[in-house]
């Protein structure tokens, strides 16, 4: 089963967003651990696509990228398998941290 949540620009709130997300997971999610989907769109530079493939790394994620076009950006889809929703958004908040995410 793969899990995605589409909701997130960088703006809004953080609080309210990994509210109603951990929300949404809890109610959508039959079992844990389950398989999610990540998707990440950034700015096209090595140490955003180091620090996204170092943020899964040991984890036994399968990750794709593809850039853009005009390869200005990257983007990102990661299959994973995660313990419970507290981890997800841990992971949400450690990517954060790259200036220009986008999450899908």
Known sequence: ??????FRIMSENNEDF???LKAELEKTTEQWPAEYLYKFIVP????NKE???KAFDN????I???KSKN???ISFSIHVVMKNADAIIEKYQEVSSIEGLISL
């Open 18 to 20: 990994y509210s109603r």
């Open 64 to 66: 794709k990228t593809k």
């Open 1 to 6: 089963m793969y899990l995605c949540t589409n």
């Open 71 to 73: 390869g200005n950006f």
């Open 44 to 47: 096209a530079k090595a140490e």
């Open 59 to 62: 984890m036994g994620a399968i």
């Open 51 to 53: 620090f996204i493939e």
